[in-house]
Structures are given as structure tokens and as C-alpha cells.
């Protein structure tokens, strides 16, 4: 059984970054894909970034050139480094592998 475990989150200013951290349990971490959600206000939970067991990554128009997805297999962390960020990633951000969500965690971005 996987258990995903998100941190990093918190208050920033347009323009400013942050790194969010997904730590994972479980044996399941070392197979397939693995990727960030986010669910803003009102709004449904979209795909931010994903990342293979190879190495591939695949981002959301939005986020392109501005977020950064990575995963370290000695750790079992998947990371999501945010730069530029804009009022409108603010969203609850979610780690998902192996049919798993996590908890989330609250990102605001104030203008």
C-alpha cells in the first residue's frame, strides 16, 4: 500500500517560487508514473505535471517553462519546483502514484 505525504506549500508573492515535496511509502513508489494535480476554488482538479518511471516529464500548458518536475528513487520524493508564480496557481496541490492521493497542500499566490 502507498502512502503519499505532501509539504512545501505556503504563502508567496507574484513572481516568487516554492518547491513542493511529495514523500512516499510503500513499494509501489518505484513503479510508473507519478504527477502533481491541483484544485483551485470552484474549480475541477487538473493535471499540472506528470513524470514516468523513465524519466519523462509532461506539463500543463500553464505551467510550461515555469515548473519543474523531478523524482528521487533513493528517497522516494517526487518534487514540483514552482517558479514565477502567478495568482492563478493558487490551488490545493495534490501528489498522486499508484492509484494513491494525498493529502494536499495549499499554495497561495498573492498579487
Known amino acids: 500500500q502507498v502512502q503519499l505525504v505532501e509539504s512545501g506549500g505556503g504563502l508567496v508573492q507574484v513572481g516568487g517560487s516554492l518547491r513542493l515535496s511529495c514523500a512516499a511509502s510503500?513499494?509501489?513508489?518505484?513503479?510508473?508514473?507519478m504527477a502533481w494535480y491541483r484544485q483551485a476554488t470552484g474549480k475541477q482538479r487538473e493535471l499540472v505535471a506528470s513524470?514516468?518511471?523513465?524519466?519523462?516529464?509532461n506539463y500543463a500548458d500553464s505551467v510550461k517553462g515555469r515548473f519543474t518536475i523531478s523524482r528521487d528513487g533513493a528517497k522516494n520524493t517526487l518534487y514540483l519546483q514552482m517558479n514565477s508564480l502567478k495568482s492563478e496557481d493558487t490551488a490545493v496541490y495534490y501528489c498522486?502514484?499508484?492509484?494513491?492521493w494525498g493529502q494536499g497542500t495549499q499554495v497561495t499566490v498573492s498579487s
Open positions: 498522486y502514484a499508484a492509484r494513491t
Open positions: 510503500g513499494t509501489a513508489f518505484s513503479f510508473g508514473l
Open positions: 513524470m514516468s518511471s523513465g524519466g519523462f516529464a
